[in-house]
């Protein structure tokens, strides 16, 4: 009786949908390519000039690897001197044809020009730029005699396409290399990665791309302050065919001699570059093997590299640190939903100096802070006890806008502060956070610095530049320089080749670093309203969603390791946004930084 | 009947010779199998299939067999082939009306989602145009917009509307003029072998849409699938048509349908074994009872009459039960009766017999004083004392012939076996003729007695025959020689007595062991013996568990054959002398005239009777006797005294040349053909035999009584 009980009790829970039962972990599905692929078509026969036109600058935006379907539209001559791989410009909407002389289509020569407003430019080195002005370039075709067909005879080096083709088929992907410029390296002997972004093809064999890229050597504006742990004149080795890692993510690269008499740390040093740089990549790669001169060189795993080298995305942070309503220096744990802040320990913390903005160093044991008339920077320890000390640096301006920006600290423990009064602008290191301030040769740079935010890698620094009315944010490498100048005892530290970020916008009110070589801008484009964005060091914008509207902010903090949430400070007060959610409010304060 | 403890003897010797006929072909045929493949190499062929058929065959023999005699394994194998006929029938509707259903509801759902998305795209065409018109207005007419990125962004703005749901795929129209021609796909989709060749026609004739179905290839390692493939012309923004096609995968509704199939399957393979075992259920319900009935009859064709079947219930099974017993009932009430019968007519015959010799002694005596007398009284009267004293003879020894004959009916023969030397009792009998001989003018021949000649027999008996045999053999022997032969060989010893006297017609053989057999029986019994001398010989030699057999020719004479076991137990195999002799007209080449012949075929013989002493077993007992087709049968009324009579033995009339020869010959004899199942009844002459005979009908009537001489 009671087995027949049983029985119907099973029976009946087989019947119905379950509404309990064992915990589960759900694996995630990857996400469905929906990407748009246009398949390059040969020129059919007896094609009009227009076609041919058309057809070419559609092969253009197909994955073909070599654009063997483009040439087919170009004359044997043309085909062999086209080389497609010199640049790619971006236009806004595609290139328009127009046809000059429409009318002596019969004479077997026929001229195009190709139309359009630039975007960017990509070069030879793969390295991005914004551009602007319209793009005009000539093609010319002529009619075969033998055949009667048309075929472009004249082309423009290079490949052209519209913004949206070139978002499609281009993914932005960091090469890594390692800071050369330090003169030591504060706390960790570890070298410094420092990221490259280069575009490459999506659909082409990415990764081989990116080794070969890689192997090249740095694109020519990172290239004064980084330095490859490849010998020199290392490439992949004669014959090697595509890349590809094994089922356990375990990729070979064969390397030519150059390399083969690299000791073992510096060929961990090299495939941990390699593992940086194809982190990114699918498939994935987990473990790099370099082989050359027929043996095996190093093995590397992912985790192996972070033990080798690191970057600044390796660097959590423990606390988010702003200035409380009594004008203190406080904290929060970070990457938690905690919401009540400690002072922190030393004199920052117990409130005897009112704080304006704060600046807290990498390895957060001591932090600068700037006083509430902007007039002061102190620098002291996170440490019970510790004093006060007497201001570093003082600015002289007139207001509290045209004193002291707030400060940054880079890596090797320096402290970078603007002097936004406009009798005296100045941008000035004071290396270890003490001493007598440096101050920094920035060449080229006109207008005042509104704010400094140095690189985790300590070879790029964000400026803010207010010029005229117009706020810009420039990206700069940071040169230190022995024997150009200076005093005997300190290094020249310069600041060059300052490169517009974000051109579109014109009124630049916020920024932090957000990654190896991103970061999150608050500003406003012309006749736009203000926004928050990610822009990626080379001004391109990265292909990642951007953060959360957020209405009147004044100052934003992200960390470069990606999991710590956005901070800001906004009309709300403290609010940070927590991966896949919206808005929270932390607490009431101004000025919340991460370290750095 | 427990006497005769060889009551299926007459079936016996009849099987026994089968299996050795049966089994030889099978050897022969290896033989010649063998031979053809040596021999016949160029038509390999042949014996090779055969080869292979018998050693497909050979395994499946035994499934035949199981499947022709199990009632149970057929109604089991067809219910369950019909079930999963009728599942596999269901099977393939239920599975046909959920793929139209799932199918339905798909194709409807992907139009809407279709037609939406061709309006998209028109409406995407117009505000390009719009927006584009103003800026560059193309004076010539030419087509100045680029739509190169513009068809990428519809394609994936279409496409990022269903991720997984469908893909989206362009190509370009047949007539492609303008940009954009190049196919373009999302979801790693490729376009030209996903797209069948006659939609794209069919589109490219007509502005309406079309659908079709498909299989999705992949360009990536991705499996492809089957899907709904929803296509349209449509325009550009430089108004040049391009093809536009939306593709749903049915990878959703391809496994609702597997599930469908797998429950349908899991559900139909219960069904059909849940028919079978039913089935096998029912069937034993039935067959078990069918089973025991057969069993019980096969008991009862046995002889066992007290069988009876168990009958439980009411149902039909138990009505047939109860018939199939009553029946039973029925059958041994009336064999019983029978054999009552049968016992009451012999012991009338015994009684009579007793009964007349008191009056007969009487008789006798006072017959005797007349006949001593008979000189005293006239001629006429002296002739009457004389034939009263002669037909008192003849009556005495009839009814002495009776009361034996009635002994052995009754079963109370005894055998009074020792060894005997066969040739001191040819002897006795030879001389005890020689007066008769003498007579005739008739020399007796004794061979074969250089040897001794053993046997464990009751020489009383053996001799009776013997001396039936020889006064038989001389009295119809018109005067030529008589040879007595004796031989010895295996474990059987056999005398045969040879005439050459007028022969016995076809069908004669047999009859003579008949009693009261006379060969014109419109000739009244006025001389010779009682009629019962051969029968009583017979009756002898099966009690011996020999062979009395006769064979004769028209005008060729006869032999008679005694065989006789050497010990008494043994069953006899064979016999050492021929029934046949070696001199018949046959065997010269010479037909009834005496002249040669070829083909003419006038050599009768009859392995008559005698049998073994159970041979007369199935004859007393009719009721028992249909079980071997065999086997002799008779019909009692036909018999006078009793039905023990019959006898079956008479083997072949027309004996072939070569099979006397040897000891083969009884069982050749017996089993050979339909003339094994003749009847012999007294005065009724066997027409088929008497046909060959016909020529020789006028000497009928110097062989009359041949069979009732005896003594």
Sequence with gaps: MAYAAGGVVLLAGCASMPDSGDLRGVESTPRQDTQVRVFAMPPSEDATPTQIVQGFLEALTSDDPDY???????????????????????????????????????????????????????????????????????????????????????????????????QRNYMSVNKYYFASNTTRTAGTALPMAVADPVYVRRHVDPTTRMVNSLLGGPTTWLDPVVRSSFPTGTALREGTGPLTPDDRGRLTVPLNDSAAEVGTGRCEEMAAQLLFT?????????????????????????????????????????????????????????????????????????????????????????????????????????????????????????????????????????????????????????????????????????????????????????????????????????????????????????????????????????????????????????????????????????DVTPPAALTGVKAVTASEDELAPLVAYSVDGIVRLPSGAQWQKVTEGTAPVYPG | MSGDSAASAPGRPGDRPERPVGRKPAGSRWGRLFEGGLLEGGVQGSPVIRLFMRWVRRPLLPVMRLWRRNIQLKVVATTLLMSLGVVLLLGFVVIGQVRNGLLDAKVKASQSQATGGFAVAKQQAEEAVSVTGDEETAADGRPSQSVIQW??????????????????????????????????????????????????????????????????????????????????????????????????????????????????????????????????????????????????????????????????????????????????????????????????????????????????????????????????????????????????????????????????????????????????????????????????????????????????????????????????????GEGRDVVVRLAAAGGAVAVAVRDYGVGLKPGEATRVFSRFWRADPARARTTGGTGLGLSIALEDARLHGGWLQAWGEPGGGSQFRLTLPRTADEPLRGSPIPLEPKDSRRNRGLDDAGLPSGGRHGGKSATAPARQPGADGPARDPFALPPTAVTPTADPTALPGNGARVVARTGSTRMTPGTPAGDGTPHGGGTGDGTATRRTSRGEPDSGAEGPGGGSASRDGERDGEASRGR
């Design chain 1, 68 to 166: 063997k379907t483009a040439r087919q539209y170009l004359t044997p001559q043309a085909a062999k001197t086209w080389r497609p791989e010199l640049s790619t410009t971006v236009l806004s909407n595609g290139p328009g044809a127009r046809a000059d002389r429409p009318d002596r289509e019969d004479t077997g020569s026929l001229s195009y020009t190709l139309t359009g407003s630039k975007v960017a430019t990509v070069d030879e080195q793969q390295s991005f730029a914004p551009a602007s002005g319209p793009y005009d370039k000539l093609v010319h075709l002529t009619k075969d005699a033998k055949s009667g067909q048309w075929r472009i005879d004249v082309v423009p080096q290079g490949v052209v396409m519209g913004k949206s083709d070139f």
């Design chain 1, 278 to 542: 194809l982190r990114g990549l699918s498939p994935a790669v987990d473990e790099v093997e370099l082989r050359a001169g027929g043996g095996q060189l190093c093995s590397l795993t992912r985790e192996g590299a972070e033990i080798v080298a690191t970057r600044g995305a390796l660097h959590q942070p423990e606390y988010l640190y702003f200035v409380d309503g009594e004008r203190r220096l406080a904290r929060i744990a970070a990457g938690t939903s905690d919401t009540d802040p400690d002072p922190v320990p030393g004199p920052l913390g117990e409130g005897g100096t009112t704080l304006r903005s704060v600046a807290v160093a990498r390895d957060e044991r001591s932090a600068a802070g700037v006083g509430v008339d902007g007039k002061s920077l102190y620098v002291t320890s996170l440490v019970a006890g510790s004093s006060l000390g007497e201001p570093v640096l003082s600015s002289r301006g007139k207001t509290e806008d045209d004193r002291l920006t707030a400060p940054s600290w880079d890596a090797q423990g320096g402290l970078w502060v603007a002097d936004r009064d406009p009798d005296a602008p100045g941008l000035y290191l004071l290396e270890d956070g003490g001493g007598e301030p440096v101050e920094v040769r920035t060449p080229g740079l006109d207008g005042r610095v509104r704010a400094v935010r140095v690189a985790a890698d300590g070879v790029r620094i964000a400026l803010v530049v207010e010029e005229g009315e117009r706020r810009s944010l420039l990206i700069g490498r940071i040169e230190r320089n022995t024997e150009a100048g200076g005093t005997d005892e300190r290094p020249a530290v310069t600041v060059l080749e300052l490169r517009s970020a974000t051109p579109e916008l014109e009124q630049v009110t916020a920024m932090s670093w957000a990654g190896d070589s991103r970061l999150v801008v608050v500003g406003r484009e012309e006749g736009g309203v203000e926004q928050m964005k990610y822009v990626e060091v080379d001004g391109s914008t990265p």
């Design chain 2, 151 to 476: 068809m990428s962004d519809l394609v994936e703005s279409l496409s990022s509307g269903g991720q997984g749901a469908f893909d989206v795929v362009t190509l370009p129209a047949a007539d492609a003029s303008g940009s954009g021609r190049g196919p373009r796909a999302s979801g790693q989709v490729n376009p030209t072998a996903s797209v069948p060749a006659e939609l794209r026609e069919r589109i490219d004739e007509n502005t309406s849409a079309a659908q079709s179905y498909t299989r999705i290839v992949y360009d990536t390692g991705k499996e492809s699938q089957p899907a709904l493939v929803i296509g349209k012309q449509v325009n550009d923004p430089n108004r040049d048509p391009y093809q536009l096609y939306y593709l749903f995968p049915l990878t959703q509704e391809e496994k609702s349908l597997s599930l469908v199939k797998g429950t349908l399957a899991t559900a139909g393979l219960f069904v059909v074994v849940l028919l079978g075992a039913i089935a096998w259920l029912v069937v034993r319900q039935v067959v078990t009872p069918v089973r025991m009935a057969a069993g019980i009859a096969e008991r009862l064709s046995a002889g066992r009459l007290q069988e009876r079947m168990k009958v439980t219930g009411e149902d039909d099974i138990a009505r047939l039960g109860e018939a199939f017993n009553k029946m039973a009932q029925n059958l041994q009430l009336k064999i019983s009766q029978l054999e009552d019968l049968s016992r009451m007519q012999r012991r009338f015959v015994s009684d009579v017999s007793h009964e007349l010799r008191t009056p007969l002694t009487t008789v006798r005596m006072a017959a005797d004083v007349i006949h001593e007398a008979r000189e005293d009284f006239d001629p006429v009267t002296a002739r009457s004392a004389e034939l009263l004293a002669d037909q008192l003879d003849r009556f005495e020894s009839l009814l002495a012939d009776l009361l034996e004959i009635s002994r052995f009916d009754a079963g109370a023969a005894a055998l009074e076996a020792e060894p005997i030397d066969l040739r001191d009792v040819v002897r006795r009998v030879v001389s005890g003729a020689e007066p008769l001989a003498e007579r005739k003018g008739t020399r007796v021949k004794v061979v074969g007695d250089q040897q001794p000649v053993v046997a464990e027999a009751d020489a009383r008996r053996v001799e009776r025959v013997l001396r039936n045999l020889v006064v038989n053999a001389v009295e119809h």
